[in-house]
């Protein structure tokens, strides 16, 4: 099992972060703010309890970043091979892991095999790259495989020699630059033979490097089977977590729980209630009084937890499906924390009580849950260490409009509140302890 499953993941969105111009070309001049201004940043997600660093995309891109056209180059929005070595540096300082994303299933048009390509035929080494159709007797070009419909982004043939290298020395590259392994985009468009002929050629020479899938729906454990990818993005338990919160539905997160304890037997899963594709949680949620609620699941089940830069402030943002759908979700934040607004304090505060109570349980990432009583509307349950039942805590969830009594003699409370007496949560409350016999 990968050493980096322990860790606790601040995500941030660097070309959004960071005000990059949406487009490549708008931006003539060196970029306003480069990687290494995110070194403030490192400070608070540190103080925060994470001890990583999920990039979003850095790498030469043409727009959003998952259009890439070179993975050896820092997009030059964001600076240059010294802004990123300035950044590790500060990362490694201050002992957060850094990892980055690879959008290896497909490019953008601008890449320079596929113009190769394009320009030297369908007998050149580069066409064996993609899947391109060319049209007989004509100078037309070839109509290219793209990834779900957008025509900017041209899918890789996975089943070329040359694309498994090419993906191989990126990895090693960067790796060799100080990155502690990679979330692989789009993985689930990826045949798995592909990733386990790659990664055990580059485990062999970054033995410790940790690779996380995007993976959205499907065999989730035959997928980190058949890959050998050690982790991959746990959607479903985050669609569980909202869902049955504002449904007021708790036997949709006890079912989730329930699947999440057999995915931990064979991995550790990234967790997460929000990242650079999805609403924000403050904004999916109905009611902002479960916002503690969904943090405490987050916390205190199995998994990698990964926070996405603003959630920890109660960030509000919605994900449309349209051309700039995603830019809510994806803001320019201040160039330090001194910059953010007040509003936010009271759930930052929460989320450093629920890093610390976590960190301080290490064997929470893999913990095994059990479900204790269930209800529409509460739910209470327990994560106990794997290797030793012993070493365990209760969680009570209560999103009715009246208070919640354990059946248990007391509760020792850990985070959260009680009513009065020691077994009592109240009505929209909760509470993370050690149940009493």
Request: a negative charge; charged letters at 20%; glycine letters at 8%.
């Amino acid at each position: 099992m990968n050493a980096l499953k322990d860790t606790i993941w601040w995500h941030l969105y660097p070309l959004g972060f960071l005000g990059a111009a949406p487009i490549a070309g708008q931006q003539q001049d060196a970029p306003r703010r480069p990687l290494s201004t995110l070194e403030p940043w490192l400070d608070y997600a540190a103080e925060l309890g994470c001890t990583g660093i999920a990039l979003g995309p850095i790498f030469a891109s043409e727009t959003h970043g998952y259009d890439t056209v070179d993975h050896f180059r820092i997009d030059p929005r964001l600076g240059d091979d010294e802004d990123f070595d300035l950044l590790a540096a500060a990362a490694k300082k201050r002992g957060l892991r850094l990892l980055l994303d690879g959008v290896f299933n497909h490019v953008g048009r601008g890449f320079e095999p596929f113009e190769r390509a394009v320009r030297e035929g369908p007998d050149s080494e580069a066409a064996g790259w993609f899947h391109l159709r060319w049209k007989r007797g004509a100078d037309a070009p070839p109509r290219a495989g793209v990834f779900e419909g957008h025509d900017a982004l041209v899918t890789l043939n996975h089943h070329e020699p040359a694309v498994a290298d090419y993906v191989e020395r990126v990895m090693n590259h960067w790796l060799a630059r100080g990155a502690a392994g990679w979330r692989l985009d789009a993985a689930y468009a990826v045949p798995p033979s592909f990733w386990k002929q790659v990664l055990p050629r580059v485990r062999a020479r970054f033995p410790d490097a940790y690779f996380v899938g995007e993976v959205i729906h499907g065999d989730y454990v035959r997928m980190v089977a058949d890959s050998t990818l050690d982790s991959l993005t746990q959607y479903e338990l985050w669609k569980a977590i909202w869902s049955a919160l504002n449904d007021q539905n708790f036997f949709e997160l006890s079912a989730a729980l329930e699947r999440h304890e057999g995915f931990l037997q064979h991995m550790t899963p990234m967790t997460f209630l929000g990242n650079h594709d999805v609403t924000r949680i403050a904004s999916q949620l109905q009611d902002e009084r479960c916002l503690p609620h969904a943090l405490a699941v987050l916390m205190t089940v199995g998994g990698s937890p990964s926070i996405y830069a603003g959630d920890e402030q109660a960030f509000r943002g919605v994900k449309e499906h349209r051309a700039g759908g995603d830019d809510a979700v994806r803001p320019e934040f201040p160039p330090s924390p001194s910059g953010l607004a007040p509003y936010g304090q009271s759930m930052h505060a929460l989320h450093q009580e629920l890093i610390s109570l976590r960190r301080q349980r290490p064997w929470l990432c893999d913990g095994r849950t059990e479900v204790l009583s269930l209800t529409n509307t509460a739910l209470v349950y327990r994560t106990s260490a794997r290797a030793d039942p012993r070493q365990s805590i209760d969680v009570a969830l209560n999103i009715g409009a009246k208070r919640l009594k354990l059946p248990h003699a007391s509760f020792e409370l850990l985070a959260g509140g009680l009513h009065n007496a020691r077994n009592i949560v109240p009505h929209h409350g909760w509470a993370i302890g050690h149940i009493g016999q």
